[in-house]
């Protein structure tokens, strides 16, 4: 039976909103000052600067500014001479059209001599709406004083509007602790763009943001590297606290040098064949010897292919930190080898996790890590060293997170992130 897929219906963001009342001031303002303005100049600039980000808004209209400048400087100069260069006659089109050619290299090359590029677009468009549309003006000023006017007002009011909060006080004390698989990325290992949009906004604003979970910092950078977060994520289940934007473990809780050497002799042992996770100047590799298990053989030729992944194909240092091993077979073998740890009491000693695998069928992990490894304590670290009193978890396992979510309804926890960061009756 195939599986049906929900069509969603996505609903008005602040967003439309702020554009549309953009858009609306700039015709009442164009109402008032009368003659002589255009309102779809001011519309332009509003809708322009009116971004996704806050910190793209002021970006976006010094480039609309300079472009308008750069553009009517050019406009004005064409219309005052052109006319009497070209006193009409048979080839009057075809000097305009030289001189515009002429024109438009100069408005772009300009625009790359103040090193303003971006820029070049806008400039071109106030240029060819001048002297296409307003060659023999009786005043080709106030023209052009007019067109920059209009664009300045539609600036002014994105930038207003884009800044503008709608009646909430934000939630910038408590720091918002989400899970990964199930709320955030789905099977294909993406993140949807109205979550990845919505967390850089507020993270932006000052939200305090970050994630819990099972996977390495490799597995976490892929499918979120777009994030822009602003705390440490905690990775391996709570193994350890890694700082994305300076690739930097701030805390990491190991296995002994003697528990890693004598548990993985008794792996190879028994025919087993680990991965051995160690941390080396803040660098994760990941140590290994050749298996001939095909699973294995194929997981290793399709994860050491990934720029986030350091896969060494020899026996570990055993003097390294070894934050986690893990082991990956057929559920039997997986099964058989759990039960002799817990014959040997390493549970007692160790953080031993099995679980199934959900890319191969009939096959199962074993995760192992230090005792005192979890995502609890890793969190109260975080807090500590970075001073924060309040925090909020989002999960989809009832009684053990603040906030539950719906397991693969991956925009539901940004939404209930929002409406708790962000509360609309909190004026």
């Known amino acids: 039976m195939k599986e049906k897929h929900k069509f969603n219906v996505p609903g008005i963001g602040m967003r439309i909103i702020k554009s549309a009342l953009a858009v609306s001031l700039c015709m009442v303002i164009n109402t008032i000052r009368g003659e002589g303005s255009m309102v779809f100049y001011s519309q332009l600039a509003a809708l322009w600067c009116i971004q996704m980000y806050r910190s793209n808004t002021l970006s976006n209209a010094l480039q609309r500014m300079i472009g308008t400048v750069v553009g009517a400087l050019y406009g004005l100069i064409y219309i005052l001479v052109y006319p009497r260069l070209v006193m009409g006659g048979n080839y009057s089109i075809l000097f305009n059209i030289i001189f515009i050619f002429i024109g438009v290299v100069l408005v772009i090359y300009s625009t790359v001599l103040i090193n303003k590029k971006q820029a070049s677009y806008f400039s071109c468009v106030v240029f060819l709406s001048i002297v296409i549309n307003h060659i023999g003006d009786i005043n080709p000023y106030s023209f052009v004083w007019n067109r920059f006017l209009d664009t300045m007002i539609g600036i002014i009011i ?131 010897n050749d298996t001939p298990d095909e699973v294995n053989q194929n997981l290793v030729k399709t994860m050491r292919t990934s720029p986030y992944r350091n896969y060494v194909r020899r026996d570990f240092p055993c003097d390294e930190k070894v934050v986690y091993i893990m082991l990956l077979d057929t559920y039997e073998r997986i099964n058989a080898f759990y039960n002799k740890l817990l014959d040997l009491e390493y549970d007692k000693i160790l953080k031993i996790i099995k679980c199934s695998s959900e890319e191969h069928r009939g096959y199962s992990y074993i995760k192992i890590y230090n005792k005192n490894a979890s995502k609890d304590k890793m969190l109260n670290f975080l807090k500590n060293a970075y001073g924060i009193n309040r925090t909020m978890t989002f999960g989809t396992v009832t009684g053990k997170y603040d906030v539950i979510v719906k397991k693969n309804s991956f925009n539901e926890m940004v939404k209930r992130v929002r409406k708790k960061y962000e509360p609309f009756l909190k004026c």
């Open 158 to 288: 994105g930038l207003v509007l884009n800044n503008m909060r709608i009646c909430f006080r934000p939630d910038r004390e408590t720091l918002f602790v989400s899970g990964v698989d199930d709320i955030l990325v789905d099977k294909n290992n993406k993140v949807s763009a109205f979550s990845r949009v919505e967390l850089n906004r507020m993270i932006e604003d000052g939200m305090r943001f970050t994630l819990s979970t099972v996977r390495t910092p490799a597995s976490v950078l892929k499918p979120l590297s777009d994030i822009r977060f602003n705390y440490p994520i905690i990775v391996m289940d709570g193994a350890a606290l890694y700082d994305i934007n300076n690739n930097e473990y701030k805390s990491v809780f190991v296995i002994s040098p003697d528990t890693a050497k004598n548990l993985v002799e008794f792996m190879y042992a028994n025919d087993m064949y680990p991965y051995i996770n160690v941390i080396i100047d803040d660098t994760l590799l990941i140590y290994y």
